[in-house]
Nanobody
Framework: QVQLVQSGGGLVQAGGSLRISCAASGRTFSNRAMAWFRQAPGLEREFIVALNGIGGSSYSESVEGRFTISRDNAKKTVYLEMNNLKPEDTAVYYC????????????????????WGQGTQVTVSS
């Protein structure tokens, strides 16, 4: 089992930028797909972006062009760079790791991932 520890996030004004990190320990990292989800109050957990262990990525329409996922396999860390943030981006953000090296759909369900970070609050003020 892998442990995922998140850092970063916080409060930012609309139009600003933030970065969240997710450091993994335990099993192999480089050949696993990684993803970010978010959950706003009263809503279901929402997929926003994933990065395959073998290359390729998928972004939700709500963040495409503004958010960027990247990974550093040597550091076993995945990053989420968030630019041009909007108040509707306010949520708790979670990183997740799959048992597979790739996602199976363009918008994979949460059930596809078996390890999760602790969550990081991102608040965007208007």
């Amino acid at each position: 089992q892998v442990q995922l520890v998140q850092s970063g996030g916080g409060l930012v004004q609309a139009g600003g930028s933030l970065r969240i990190s997710c450091a993994a320990s335990g099993r192999t990292f480089s050949n696993r797909a990684m993803a970010w989800f978010r959950q706003a109050p009263g809503l279901e957990r929402e997929f926003i972006v994933a990065l395959n262990g073998i290359g390729g990525s998928s972004y939700s329409e709500s963040v495409e062009g503004r958010f960027t996922i990247s990974r550093d396999n040597a550091k076993k860390t995945v990053y989420l760079e968030m630019n041009n943030l909007k108040p509707e981006d306010t949520a708790v953000y979670y990183c997740a790791q799959s048992q597979l090296p790739y996602i199976t759909t363009f918008t994979p369900p949460a059930q596809e991932f078996d390890s999760w970070g602790q969550g990081t609050q991102v608040t965007v003020s208007s």
